[in-house]
């Protein structure tokens, strides 16, 4: 079973500055993760896939980066619809995936 | 246009089993995989299993194998999950999502809210 770690669990910026989520996994994956945007009320909306690929629609401010193990999502600048809660997604021996626990993006 | 319609929300007690079904439209069901996810109140997502719509292969999360069955409806485009022996542990918002091998999960249902409680 892979187990996938998210860090922080919360992170507390402002609007504008600039955010680092990072994800690692048990055991190397290649470039086998997702990274999912979840609102309070809303559904989760898929960000980025293959790591490093961002899904149609996603604006660019979004970077996903990282293989084997170590992967990382970044916001360049935050904007006030960007505070919500971030999970990656392992897909390392499909069909079977995890999710991390979530990384919470708050408003300082 | 994509969509995945999901079953009202319910309320069961313990010991119970549950039915869940979601409705798709708007794309080639058979092309795509279904996967459930779940969220507790208060935790993150959870993902609990998976069918192929195109080969009826499925897989299941080990800690859920020995009490879900997804089944599939290739004439109506519906997956339905079914869940038992429930606790209040299972009370969550059920999820399914499209999935596909290279993109993941890129359209989700609305979710169902299960309340298990007597």
């Known amino acids: 079973e892979i187990v996938v770690t998210q860090s922080p669990d919360t992170l507390a910026l402002s609007p504008g500055e600039r955010a680092t989520l990072s994800c690692r996994a048990s055991?190397?994956?290649?470039?086998?993760i997702a990274w999912y945007q979840h609102k309070p009320g809303q559904v989760p909306r898929l960000l980025i896939n293959?790591?490093?690929n961002r899904v149609t629609g996603v604006p660019d401010r979004f970077s996903g980066s990282g293989s084997g193990t170590d992967f990382t999502l970044t916001i360049t600048s935050l904007e006030p619809e960007d505070f919500a809660v971030y999970y990656c997604?392992?897909?390392?021996?499909?069909?079977?995936?995890?999710f991390g626990g979530g990384t919470k993006v708050e408003i300082k | 246009q994509v969509h995945l319609i999901q079953s009202a929300a319910d309320v069961k007690k313990p010991g119970a089993s549950l039915k869940l079904s979601c409705q798709t439209s708007g794309y080639t069901f058979v092309h795509y995989g279904i996967s459930w996810v779940r969220q507790a109140p208060g935790q993150g997502l959870e993902w609990m299993g998976w069918t192929s719509a195109y080969n009826g292969n499925i897989n299941y999360a080990p800690r859920f194998q020995d009490r879900i069955t997804l089944t599939t409806d290739t004439s109506t485009g519906t997956v339905y999950m079914d869940l038992r022996n429930l606790t209040s542990d299972d009370t969550a918002v059920y999820y399914c999502?499209?999935?596909?091998?290279?993109?993941?999960?890129?359209?989700w249902g609305l979710g169902t809210l299960v309340t298990v409680s007597s």
């Open positions: 999502a499209r999935d596909e091998p290279q993109v993941q999960l890129d359209h």
């Open positions: 055991h190397s994956i290649d470039t086998s």
């Open positions: 293959d790591a490093s």
């Open positions: 997604q392992e897909r390392g021996r499909w069909p079977r995936l995890s």
